[in-house]
Nanobody, 124 residues
Framework: QVQLVESGGGLVQAGGSLRLSCEYSGVTFNTNNIGWFRQAPGKEREFVAA????????DYADSVKGRFTISRDNAKSAVYLQMNSLLPEDTGVYYCGQGRSSMLVRFISGYRYWGQGTQVTVSS
């Protein structure tokens, strides 16, 4: 049974940092990627970052490029999202998802399993 669990969210002031974790079980990641998405109140879920399990390549939304870093730890069965220089517009629920293929994609339908999400709130 596939399970993804996010953690690490919280309340932080603008300019601060948070590190999100996505721990997974019951999943074989040798061909699929992991992505982070976020959803602000009243808005659709949007792509944030993704990492390929095949070669470790990464992709970032323009809005977070240079501020966020996605990484993985195979031994711990985890993917991380280091978020620096946070802005109020980064506020939302952050979700990790397992991709359907080894290609890095930015659309929601490209992911098939999701965690329950972790809340990130950035105050101005």
């Amino acid at each position: 049974q596939v399970q993804l669990v996010e953690s690490g969210g919280g309340l932080v002031q603008a300019g601060g940092s948070l590190r999100l974790s996505c721990e997974y079980s019951g999943v074989t990641f040798n061909t699929n990627n992991i992505g982070w998405f976020r959803q602000a109140p009243g808005k659709e879920r949007e792509f944030v970052a993704a990492i390929s399990w095949r070669d470790g390549s990464t992709d970032y939304a323009d809005s977070v490029k240079g501020r966020f870093t996605i990484s993985r730890d195979n031994a711990k069965s985890a993917v991380y999202l280091q978020m620096n220089s946070l802005l109020p517009e980064d506020t939302g629920v952050y979700y990790c998802g397992q991709g359907r293929s080894s290609m890095l994609v930015r659309f929601i339908s490209g992911y098939r399993y999701w965690g329950q999400g972790t809340q990130v709130t950035v105050s101005s």
